[in-house]
């Protein structure tokens, strides 16, 4: 077994030769000599590297050179499907919107911000949580939510937050087929996935307020687990914008909340694989929800009191890829691994600094204020702890007792990994018109439908999460005359002393994917939007986030359709950018790729997946409409700007009383009706 497989590296060869290449270089080992180091990389340093050049934390698919052939054979070259789709159809929103453009920080942060009105900006996010959740359900999802948690919270100078998402794609729990080695059985998976984010949630005091659960039998291969957050941050913080922020030469490194252990150990490159008889239950991180929220609550006062200039969390990679991030500010740091604080001894130095272990905040604070941070911490009861500081050395330098552990250039580690070129070729699948025979008993097929798990109630899951607690949900996620009815949307009340209110929504279709992603992406898009405005939100003061999920879109012996699935990717992205037609820019987002299981003979991917969520605002909350039906003789209205498969049938018996022509009766396309002239049956 090569190096790479044994460290669960999660590199291509290309990648590892590279990574050969740069130590082979006599400056490089001349630098290195100079810190005590030899030719060879330390064990630190190629987790590292394999880390912050992971599918997962550099996401080299998106930003891969990509030569796409579509059906008719012209040929393009894409170079990043990321800049020429995402970003570029948010810049020219953006542009086109002028001054009534409502974004402050995209794509550059833990989450996105936009406006919310003069004094507060909005922050989103939404991640997966997919690789764990299918070895540990309860474990993965747990650390699923409270790690996006963390993202909106890391945003800018930090956000207070404001509510759940949670988006769940499940094989049938009443799977009833042999099983493939490692897999577990998708009802045991439902089960703890949706307990982990139930704990998670409740525990930390946000109210859960919009989701779906959706079922397709191919995500017994992967589950998809989305878990999203928004959160609210002041405008302006200490003088300065609150969506901005920026360590400094000589801030300390500072490490706030949980201490390291093994658990999340290779997380990062363990979800970059696809799922095989080596994915370790070990890279699942162990959560503690009152540990985090004990650190959120200290947090908040400390950035009130301007006593940090940069924030962000713990997250895929930990201080690996907190302090790497953050020390692109400055140029370089200076990080001591020997101090941080452990779960337990026994830790080697490359696992203290790669480990995910949760609940963790990574800080640069100003050395004269470091005294007043540490002692609020301590009355708080919140662990923190000084790690080095951040310098302009140009190098990522790790030591453990007193000797260097990692000493890689900033420029290498970043920006080093080589771009991946990728083949794509759009050829439409041969599918079938469908033949529905005209039901003969409409109550059965009714009763039928309404029993698909795609459709049927998801109350005994919405119940298990607290919407009502912070006191703001104000369009629930259950509705009706008996509150057990889906909503639309959730609409919440961020801030008690103004009716100005806060709009979430999605939208999610992978079953569109078997026909073309392109109209998956659209009509997820269009769902989301739809959802949005049923509620009352404003489409004038709406943002939107794209969370991919794919199955391994590049071509080789186990993804011989790989071309295939690399132009699914593409269309996807085409439908994204034409949908800038909407006015809506996208503020933030994440791919999940290798969503496939892959154990002998047998693979399983799961169907192209896009999660569309948006996030907006209503002027007035007090307009706020839910979808139930209010009162019996409620009129029924159908929009509809195409030749759909429903039509209206006039059926008006009563007096004219000036509202006649309003009455109708739904009819299908089947219907023989001689003199029917209000449709295309044929009547």
Known sequence: MCIRDRGMLALSLEEMKAIQFYFRQDEVIAARKQVGLGAMPTDAELEALAQTWSEHCKHKIFAARIEYEDDQGRQEVINSLFKSYIMQATADVRK????????????????????????????????????????DPYGGALTGIVGCNRDPFGTGMGARLMFNTDVFCFASPFYDKPLPPRLLHPRRIFEGVVEGVEHGGNKSGIPTVNGSIVFDDRFAGKPLVYCGTGAIMPRMLNGRPGHEKQARVGDRIVMAG???????????????????????????????????????????????????NAITDNGAGGLSSSVGEMSEDTGGFEMHLDRAPLKYSGLQPWEILISEAQERMTLAVPAEKLEEFSTLAYEMGVEVTDLGQFT????????????????????????GVPQMVIAARWTPPALKEPDFAQP????????????????????????????????????????????????????????????????????????????????MMANAIDEGLRNYVAVGGNIEHVAGLDNFCWCDPVASDKTPDGEYKAAQLVRANQALYNCLAFGVP????????????????????????????????????????????????????????????????????????????????????THKNPGCDCCDCGG
């Open 440 to 519: 003969l008993d409409m109550d059965a097929t009714l009763r039928h439908l309404l029993g698909r798990l795609d459709v049927c109630s998801k109350e005994s899951v919405v119940r298990r999460y607290d919407h009502e607690v912070q006191a703001g949900t104000v369009i629930k996620p259950l509705v009706g005359v008996a509150n057990d009815g889906p909503s639309d949307a959730a609409v919440l009340r961020p801030l008690f002393d103004s009716f100005e209110g806060v709009v979430v929504a999605h939208g999610i279709c992978p079953g569109y994917s078997d026909i073309d992603t392109y109209h």
């Open 258 to 308: 949980g201490r390291v252990g093994k658990d999340g150990i290779h997380g990062a490159t363990f979800s970059s694989e696809e799922l095989h008889e080596g994915s370790p239950v070990t890279a699942v991180q162990i959560g503690d929800p009152i540990t985090q929220r004990r650190m959120f609550d200290f947090l908040i006062i400390a950035r009130d009191r301007g006593l940090y």
């Open 96 to 135: 086109a919107k002028g001054k009534q453009d409502i974004c402050l920080s995209v794509f550059k942060d833990n989450a996105g911000v936009i406006k919310f009105n003069d004094d507060w900006s909005l922050v989103f996010k939404v991640e997966t949580h997919n690789s764990p959740s299918a070895l």
């Open 392 to 415: 302009d050395s140009g190098y990522f330098h790790c030591l453990y007792n007193g000797e260097t552990a990692t000493y890689l250039p900033m420029e290498f580690i970043h920006d």
């Open 586 to 669: 996208l503020i933030s987002g994440k791919d999940s790729m290798k969503n496939d299981y892959m154990i002998g003979d047998t693979k399983i991917s799961i169907p192209p997946t896009v999660l569309f969520s948006v996030i907006g605002k209503i002027d007035d909350l007090r307009k706020a409409v839910s979808m139930d039906a209010k009162a019996p003789g409620d009129l029924v209205y159908l929009l509809d700007s195409f030749h759909g498969a429903l039509r209206t049938h006039p059926d008006y018996t009563g007096q004219g009383d000036g509202d006649s022509h309003y009455s109708h009766k739904f009819q299908s396309l």
